[in-house]
């Protein structure tokens, strides 16, 4: 069975970075979309960023320039690196894999989602 975990998360000051970090196991890394999102309290989930099978990034206008995201194929790891953080990117961030296309613009087309690392900006 695929398992995503997250890790990274934290409480920060605003103009502070974290990286946020998500292990893939349980399979053989699948070059399918991979992406990066977020939910904060009474929010709905949003669409943080996404990474495809060529390299080619994704992401919300929000965290454009603030956030890269990255994938290191011999770990099977996804990375969020949060830059220049602000009260507004508080939330609790999730990871999730195997959209096939990262244009489907589907929170569905994902088939896996980790559990969720909190990050706190204030």
């Known amino acids: 069975d695929v398992q995503l975990v997250e890790s990274g998360g934290g409480s920060v000051h605003t103009g502070e970075s974290l990286r946020l970090s998500c292990e893939t196991s349980?399979?053989?890394?699948?070059?399918?979309?991979m992406g990066w999102f977020r939910q904060a309290p009474g929010k709905e989930r949003e669409d943080v960023a996404r990474?495809?099978?060529?390299?080619?990034?994704r992401y919300a206008p929000s965290v454009q320039g603030r956030f890269p995201i990255s994938l290191d194929n011999a770990k099977n790891s996804l990375y969020l690196q949060m830059n220049s953080l602000k009260s507004e990117d508080t939330a609790m961030y999730y990871c999730?894999?195997?959209?096939?296309?990262?244009?489907?613009?589907?929170?569905?087309?994902?088939?896996?989602w980790g559990q969720g690392t909190q990050v706190t900006v204030s």
């Open positions: 999730a894999a195997d959209c096939l296309y990262c244009d489907d613009p589907r929170d569905a087309c994902f088939g896996y």
């Open positions: 349980g399979h053989t890394y699948s070059p399918y979309c």
């Open positions: 990474l495809d099978r060529d390299g080619a990034a």
